[in-house]
């Protein structure tokens, strides 16, 4: 990409070692500037770096065997890079890059609402609202990226009333979220697209068909401060690499700022 535009995208693999060609024909078709990958499900010594390298990309990752596992991409080598949040190191990294601060976290699932992992999901996200008080500004150019298990909107998933018990459309968890996004984070993706429905990043692997029927989520996400949200000049997701073989049950989420 030019000097002047920052390309970046965020994208949640499912195993980087089983998409590791089809997230390398993406960036050689793409050229973007920034990458973060959530769910790589690799140990750190058994993770790709080797190729990604040399495809002409730096790579810096924190994963552990089986699940979980964030992962950043870039053009220029990434400087100040420092991984966790109070300790749950493979589910988020930070590195400034271009100037930029990148956050990238994929953030627990919660399994069910009746279930421990559900509250500690809402406590995730409030010591995450903590990280962000205590290390940045609102007038810092900061860029979070990932796979935050939240779809924000009715709009962001394809049946509202069906799914509003879900863990990743839970009434608790859309405000848990939203008390990070009232920080100052500006979404990105709906900054452009403020009123499109059907705009989904996830597609169950369980559901027939599921891109074709659209039977989606959007709870992948670029969010921005305002500062640099103002830079943005387009953001769209990438449909069409859900549909490969052997695809991730997500798939890209693409935006560009102008510098």
Known sequence: MSD???KVATYNANSIRVRLEQVLDWLRR???????IQETKVQDQDFPAGPIRDAGYHVVFRGQKAYAGVAIISREEPQEVAFGLNGDGPRLMRAVIRGITVVN????QGRSPDSEHFQYKLGWFGRLRAFFERHYSLDEQLLWMGDFNVAPEPIDVYNPKRL????????????ALERVREWGFVDVFRRHHPD???QYTYWDYRARNPVERGIGWRVDHIWATEPLARQSTRA???VEARLVERPSDHTFLVAEFAL
Do not use: M, Q
Request: with cysteine.
């Open 105 to 108: 976290t994929y953030v627990p």
């Open 4 to 6: 002047n535009v920052l």
């Open 164 to 175: 509003r018990n879900h863990v990743d459309f839970h009434p608790e968890a859309r405000a």
């Open 30 to 36: 793409e050229e973007a500037d920034v990458l973060c």
């Open 196 to 198: 499109e429905t059907g």
């Open 236 to 238: 769209w997701i990438d």
